[in-house]
């Protein structure tokens, strides 16, 4: 099963994303925008994992998130990967936690390694919500989405729960939650 980590945030900070991102998306065809309801900040992605690993991987990312304090975390400004003038996937960013929530997904990328859910392929953890993804393979220039976005900051809010999730691939992606763990250190 294809497995990954996540902040859930909650459906009012959502609500304020889908409103400024709605008036932007229009006029982008290019773009397939992801649905608000999936929406999710990874902090670890795990990819194919044997379902014999489920047990010790609940076990040491307990244990990871049992280490980090909530924290107040909040969107603000757009992103891109690779670069904006021709962009693949179109962000917003995650600003607050510091230190911590890099911390964090780095304790509970290094849980799942050691549970045997490593993904060998790991980019440097950069905080984000997806909004879109290209439809050309080459990507768009969204240079003039991403200056749309750039004064967007949304209200704070609480992360404080971790959760893992399983991705369902197909037509429409799904995502189903298996466990999720309070941050209580
Ligand atoms: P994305 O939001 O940047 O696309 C489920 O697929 C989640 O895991 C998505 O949020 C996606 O990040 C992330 N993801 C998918 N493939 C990945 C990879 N190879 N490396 C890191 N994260 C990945």
């Not at 909530?70 to 996937?89: D, E, I, Y």
């Not at 220039?141 to 991403?146: E, F, G, V, Y």
């Amino acid at each position: 099963m294809r497995l990954f980590v996540a902040l859930s945030p909650p459906p009012e900070g959502l609500a304020e994303v889908a409103e400024a991102v709605g008036s932007l998306g229009k006029d982008w065809p290019e773009l397939r925008w992801v649905a608000p309801e999936t929406w999710h900040v990874t902090m670890a992605f795990l990819g194919e994992v044997g379902e014999g690993v489920l047990p010790g991987l609940g076990v040491r990312l307990a244990r990871a998130a049992a280490r980090y304090p909530p924290m107040t975390l909040s969107f603000a400004a757009g992103g891109t990967f690779p670069a904006a003038a021709r962009a693949r996937v179109v962000w917003l960013g995650v600003a607050g936690g510091e230190t911590t929530l890099s911390r964090l997904a780095a304790s509970l990328a290094a849980g799942a390694r050691r549970a045997g859910a490593d993904h060998a392929d790991r980019k440097p953890f950069h905080p984000h919500l997806t909004l879109a993804r290209s439809r050309p393979r080459t990507g768009v220039d969204a240079r003039p989405l991403i200056e749309g976005l750039s004064g967007f900051a949304g209200t704070p809010w609480l992360a404080d729960s971790v959760h893992l999730m399983r991705s369902h691939l197909g037509p429409v992606v799904r995502y189903e939650t298996l466990d999720s763990w309070r941050l209580t250190g």
